[in-house]
């Protein structure tokens, strides 16, 4: 439902509003000939209804049109970029949930002690870092200093897992780090909640000690709001793709859709606009379905 | 008052803050150097006397630039905020008064869907659009606030209406309008300006990001995030022009997330993150 909404209203932005996209696409040096033809060829003289639906259907096909800067079908363009982006969308995302719940447990197990004081510290100055910077300290320390990765580009998948593992490996870590100070601060707060429960007390006179109910306990049940936040924080992820791949030259789906901007490349865009909400509600999906696992009361519960 | 000033995040991030301002509003009447100024002969040279930070790829003084992109960061913030923080209350508190009526459902599908697009991405196409530019990346960053304003009201809307003053409001004969800006607005104003402080360091983040990308603040204007973008190409020969814009923006970031922190600790000090 949302993602046929976001399509039409992508359409209706790029397609219908500004104008005439032929002469978008073409700038301003092109001839009334030139744009008269490639009206023709973009199906352009056809009513928008008809083109709209002609989109969609060929989307279910696999035929996304072609992409008008490279000359080759849309859909071949993005499923060789989806390779670069999607390991590093899931890379970041395994990175800030492993480093965040793990430093906000470390936290709330030792409440209002030094560590605590000095890991929301830290947590606090990672929220302020954009993650783009993170990215350029990184090439500046590890690949321009101490010459241990790559400063940028992507070796491919072909010639071995290896070297495009670590060409992957620092746009990571900077994507990751100012969403783990998230996860940091969420969990610590919701394992703190969790403290104060009932049952914990239970658990505390049965004679676990508190970092036993911490594990066993509290910490599955505290999750379910770190949960939710990895949701949401996926189209920050997705964003954040967008411009780590622009720091490290990575050849993936954001640097495309820069370069398609920059082009004009009206049918590059609004395909790759709607793969990119697509993602965002398929995660949102999964979230949901997790939900369940993390805390099974809510299986039937939620609409 | 007294506990504002024993909160130490509210103080730092308050003062900081205030330097940050300081420094925008000083760049009004005076900077070092003249920030657009190229001198060829002073290209990417380290901080001296005369160019307290060093110059980049142009010539042009660092410290004069940074002060003028403060200005810049400053007002990208407050117009982007003020956007989504008065249209977000107005729609999140008409949305509240007549909570599941049409209005209601249509106003938060709306705002449903504006969420569930990636916010940089929404910009990108707003720019792609109507081409880049401060005051278009501006109004970008300004709607993916709405929403966020939109439901902090609703929600606390809904909780203001609920109490005693507000039936007896209703008793003595106050209509909607009335209700809301006499008796709402003072109530939830508190949570909104927190919000606020927190969405004014996202705003800066989201301008540092897309100019960085080349699509928000157009040169010859000044941004930290395209002062960064030019850094990487000289990444290896002048590293220091990478550091301080991006010092910059993350101390501002954390100014304004402090300050938020503060505010909410204060005013609602059962908010508060034991």
Redesign the interface.
């Known amino acids: 439902m949302?993602l046929a909404?976001?399509a039409l209203?992508?359409f209706w932005?790029?397609e219908v509003?500004?104008g005439d996209p032929a002469a978008t696409m073409l700038g301003i040096s092109a001839t009334p000939e030139t744009i008269a033809a490639l009206r023709t060829e973009l199906g352009l003289d056809q009513p928008p209804v008809a083109r709209f639906l002609g989109w969609i259907t060929g989307m279910f096909s696999g035929q996304l049109g072609i992409s008008y800067a490279y000359r080759v079908p849309v859909g071949g363009l993005i499923a060789e970029r989806v390779a670069v982006t999607l390991p590093l969308a899931v890379l970041a995302l395994m990175l800030a949930s492993s480093i965040g719940i793990a430093l906000g447990t470390l936290a709330a197990s030792k409440?209002n002690s030094v560590i605590d004081s000095v890991v929301m510290g830290v947590a606090?100055?990672g929220?302020?870092?954009?993650n783009?910077?993170f990215g350029?300290?990184f090439?500046?320390l590890f690949s321009?200093t101490l010459g241990w990765f790559p400063?940028g580009g992507f070796p491919g998948w072909s010639g071995g897992i290896l070297p495009a593992f670590q060409a992957l490996v620092l746009p990571a870590l900077a994507l990751a780090l100012p969403q783990s100070a998230v996860l940091a601060?969420l969990t610590?707060?919701s394992l703190?909640?969790t403290m104060g429960e009932d049952y914990i007390r239970t658990a505390r006179a049965k004679g676990l000690t508190r970092g036993q109910t911490l594990r066993r306990h509290a910490l599955r049940n505290a999750l379910v709001p770190v949960l939710t936040m990895m949701g949401l924080q996926f189209?920050?992820l997705?964003?954040g793709t967008?411009?780590m791949e622009?720091?490290f030259a990575l050849p993936g789906l954001g640097r495309l859709?820069?370069q398609a901007?920059g082009g004009h490349d009206l049918i590059l865009?609004k395909n790759l606009?709607l793969l990119?909400?697509g993602a965002?509600?398929i995660v949102?999906a999964i979230v949901d379905i997790a939900y369940g696992y993390a805390d099974p009361r809510l299986r039937v519960s939620r609409p | 008052m007294r506990r504002a000033l024993r909160h130490p995040?509210f103080l730092i991030g308050a003062s900081l803050s205030a330097v940050i301002v300081f420094i925008a509003l000083v760049s009004l009447v005076w900077t070092p150097h003249d920030p657009g100024q190229m001198r060829i002969l002073s290209r990417l040279k380290p901080p001296d006397a005369s160019f307290w930070l060093g110059t980049d790829q142009f010539g042009r003084d660092i410290a004069s630039m940074l002060m003028v992109g403060a200005r810049n960061a400053l007002l990208v913030g407050l117009v982007a905020v003020g956007i989504g923080f008065t249209f977000g209350s107005v729609l999140g508190m008409l949305a509240a008064r007549f909570e599941g009526s049409l209005l209601d459902d249509v106003v938060m599908r709306a705002l449903?869907?504006v969420f569930?697009?990636?916010?940089?991405?929404t910009a990108?196409?707003i720019?792609?659009?109507f081409g880049p530019g401060l005051v278009n990346a501006v109004l970008a960053i300004g709607l993916f606030n709405i929403p966020v304003f939109a439901r902090q009201a609703r929600g606390a809307t809904l909780q203001v209406m609920t109490r005693d003053f507000i039936r007896a409001a209703r008793l003595a004969g106050c209509g909607t309008a009335s209700i809301l800006v006499r008796h709402v607005v003072p109530n939830i104003l508190g949570l909104m300006i927190v919000q606020a402080s927190t969405q004014f360091?996202l705003a800066i983040?989201a301008e540092?990001?897309l100019s960085?990308?080349g699509?928000g603040t157009q040169p010859p204007n000044p941004s930290w995030?395209r002062m960064?973008n030019d850094?990487?190409t000289f990444?290896?020969r002048a590293?220091l022009l990478?550091?301080f814009p991006?010092m910059a923006?993350?101390?501002s970031?954390?100014a304004f997330?402090?300050l938020g922190d503060g505010l909410r600790d204060i005013i609602d000090p059962r908010l508060k993150?034991?």
């Open positions: 949302t909404v976001a209203v992508v932005i790029l509003l500004p409440a606090q100055l929220l302020a870092i954009p783009f910077w350029l300290l090439v500046l321009v400063s601060r610590r707060s703190l909640e189209s920050f997705v964003a967008i411009i622009n720091v859709l820069v901007i865009i606009v990119f909400v965002a509600v949102n | 995040s449903d869907f569930a697009f990636p916010a940089v991405l990108i196409l720019l792609t659009l360091a983040l540092a990001g960085y990308l699509i995030g960064l850094a990487q990444l290896a590293p990478a550091i991006g923006i993350a101390l970031v954390l997330n402090l993150e034991r």
